[in-house]
């Protein structure tokens, strides 16, 4: 069963028209921000400490601002809101969240939510199913999980007038295999690489424009792994727009392959692990599509550094080091010279497997 979102028509500006300069970010930039049609951010996790230090306040308060600006707010919902008691793992980290997490993401303007990942079971069906249900129940619509493989892989479809559909489908390659849905067992999102070739051969025959939202590789790593290449790569032959990945929790490189972006890993958004220099990164990625299909990308850095935030991620300010100042090359540069961005239309063709690596030391 497909999920859809009714869309208003947005005649927007591309980003690149935006023209706010180093000495007055990010105020002019952010209110010369053109509405986009959806936003990708990583990895959410809102465990019970963090609600109780930050009490009245929540982690998405700084960045209200950024998701006011999108018809659509996807996340990585990164374990289970749920009041169940046994976790179905033994494994190390096992993921809670309150139950009231999925209001309170909507209130704050998310609207989808993404459970294709390897903490969606953390605490079993009953685990699974209170996230579907509290998440739902919020207004937000939700993909990558289900009661079985075929609502795991139902994709969101983002429906507006005088422009093409958007399917996002999600996706897991991270383990435990436990975890992924089959016909039968609940779980996360994860189909073979020929099936997901295939459903996404279906969506662009159709004339919806496929995105993959797809959780993989290794955790606090910047180099993707062979395998991340060579689906991407396939994926993209069989007619995806774009790659959108997290789970590494830290940036790692854009590549463009046939004229289309894979974004091996955005990082975290707010992701209440206490503390730690260094593995703690994260970028906002913005989309706009424009009636003939063109996707216009605009990648944001957030400081999501909970040493720096406290939980609670942010635009970088003047003075602060751009941790993507290496990407700002001809090929990703924002017109207008914006720092803490990097830009991609797809109405401009590069090479075939242009690789634009992310800065060791941000």
């Known amino acids: 069963m497909r999920r859809r979102l009714t869309m208003l028509l947005i005649t927007a500006l591309l980003p690149a028209s935006l023209g706010a300069g180093?000495?007055?970010?990010?105020?002019?930039?952010?209110?010369?921000?053109?509405?986009?049609?959806?936003?990708?951010?990583?990895?959410?996790y809102v465990p019970p400490h963090v609600?109780?230090?930050?009490?009245?306040?929540?982690?998405?308060?700084?960045?209200?601002?950024?998701?006011?600006?999108?018809?659509?707010?996807?996340?990585?919902?990164?374990?289970?809101?749920?009041?169940?008691?046994?976790?179905?793992?033994?494994?190390?980290?096992?993921?809670?969240?309150?139950?009231?997490?999925?209001?309170?993401?909507?209130?704050?303007?998310?609207?989808?939510?993404?459970?294709?990942?390897?903490?969606?079971?953390?605490?079993?069906?009953?685990?699974?199913?209170?996230?579907?249900?509290?998440?739902?129940?919020?207004?937000?619509?939700?993909?990558?999980?289900?009661?079985?493989?075929?609502?795991?892989e139902a994709p969101l479809i983002l429906s507006q007038q005088g422009k093409p559909d958007i399917c996002i489908n999600a996706v897991s390659?991270?383990?435990?295999?436990?975890?992924?849905?089959?016909?039968?067992?609940?779980?996360?999102?994860?189909?073979?690489?020929?099936?997901?070739?295939?459903?996404?051969?279906?969506q662009r025959a159709r004339g919806c424009i496929p995105l993959v939202s797809?959780?993989?590789?290794?955790?606090?790593?910047?180099?993707p792994q062979d395998y991340q290449r060579r689906i991407a790569h396939q994926l993209i032959d069989a007619g995806a727009s774009a790659i959108i990945g997290h789970h590494p929790h830290l940036l790692q490189e854009i590549e463009i392959y046939k004229n289309a972006p894979v974004f091996y890993s955005i990082g975290n958004f707010a992701f209440g692990t206490r503390?730690?220099?260094?593995?703690?990164?994260?970028?906002?990625?913005?989309?706009?599509?424009?009636?003939?299909?063109?996707?216009d990308f605009m990648g944001i850095a957030l400081n999501v550094s909970n040493s720096k935030v406290h939980f609670k991620p942010r635009l970088f300010t003047k003075g602060e080091t751009d941790p993507l100042k290496r990407f700002q090359t001809k090929a990703l540069r924002c017109e207008g010279k914006n720092p803490f961005t990097v830009c991609f239309s797809t109405k401009k063709t590069l090479p075939s497997a242009a690789v634009f690596e992310i800065?060791?030391?941000l």
């Open 51 to 152: 609600s109780r230090e930050l009490g009245s306040k929540f982690v998405l308060d700084d960045v209200h601002h950024l998701l006011r600006s999108s018809m659509a707010n996807v996340v990585n919902f990164e374990g289970a809101a749920t009041t169940a008691f046994v976790p179905m793992t033994t494994k190390q980290y096992v993921l809670k969240m309150p139950l009231d997490t999925a209001e309170r993401l909507s209130v704050r303007g998310i609207t989808h939510a993404t459970l294709a990942n390897n903490h969606a079971m953390d605490w079993g069906v009953q685990g699974l199913f209170d996230s579907i249900v509290t998440l739902e129940k919020a207004g937000i619509k939700i993909a990558g999980a289900g009661m079985n493989a075929a609502e795991a």
């Open 173 to 202: 390659r991270t383990f435990p295999k436990a975890f992924w849905a089959d016909a039968t067992r609940p779980g996360s999102a994860s189909p073979e690489l020929p099936k997901l070739r295939e459903i996404v051969q279906e």
């Open 275 to 295: 503390p730690t220099k260094g593995a703690q990164e994260g970028l906002a990625l913005r989309i706009l599509l424009t009636p003939e299909g063109e996707l």
């Open 22 to 44: 180093e000495s007055d970010w990010p105020e002019s930039f952010l209110s010369g921000l053109p509405v986009a049609d959806v936003q990708f951010f990583g990895d959410l």
């Open 214 to 223: 797809i959780h993989w590789g290794s955790e606090l790593t910047r180099k």
């Open 359 to 361: 800065p060791k030391n």
